[in-house]
């Protein structure tokens, strides 16, 4: 799915109640010796708004077809972030081809701070309280994979002290 992540967990969809959104629908083009046949691409973003989401592609001569190949797709594609309440643990970077996205926890109650494609990722997963910067390539494809690769470094305290073989209270302290 992305390159480059060594952690995250892959979720079966069976049992989840999952929403998709549609982050874009381009029409494409391919031009032959008999002229041109147009077709569409979309990409969508499923998720159970309690952790777990995904991303897909569909493509298809018609719009709702690529959708519903588009949804299929993701949920191929799921995969868990750690949260704290509606907020991240931490906070992250991720970068897709020339989408640079910045993920940064946020207090109760601040929203969602963020653009479109991100807003739809962010949404999916069950984030509420978050700010969050879009830099470079605003291209939907690249951002939401940006913005996956970001979630996917995120990690919980108790990770972070497993990982290291110290105790909890040791993660916080130094």
């Known amino acids: ?12 969809p069976g049992g989840l109640e999952l929403t998709d959104r ?21 990409i969508v973003v499923v998720g159970n ?10 493509k298809s001569k018609e719009v ?29 970077t991720g970068k897709y081809g020339g989408s640079r996205v910045f993920l940064r926890p946020a207090s109760h109650g601040t929203g969602v ?6 807003r739809a990722v962010l949404e999916s997963f069950g984030i509420h309280d978050v700010l969050a910067k879009s830099k470079g390539s605003s291209n939907p494809h690249n ?18 002290a497993t990982t290291r073989k110290v105790s909890l209270e040791k993660v916080f302290n130094g």
């Not at 874009?24 to 979309?42: E, L, Y």
């Open 22 to 42: 549609l982050v874009g629908v381009q029409r494409v083009t391919k031009v032959t010796k008999g002229g041109r046949t147009f077709g569409f691409s979309a």
């Open 113 to 118: 701070i963020a653009g479109g494609a991100m």
């Open 143 to 160: 951002v939401v994979k940006a913005t996956f690769q970001a979630l996917l470094k995120l990690r919980d305290a108790r990770e972070v």
């Open 49 to 58: 708004e309690k952790g777990v989401a995904g991303f897909g592609l569909g």
């Open 64 to 92: 709702s077809e690529a959708i519903a190949k588009g949804v299929e797709d993701a949920k191929k594609n799921l995969v868990q972030i750690p949260l704290i309440g509606a907020t991240i643990p931490h906070q992250e």
């Open 1 to 12: 799915m992305l390159k480059g992540i060594k952690y995250f967990t892959r979720v079966k």
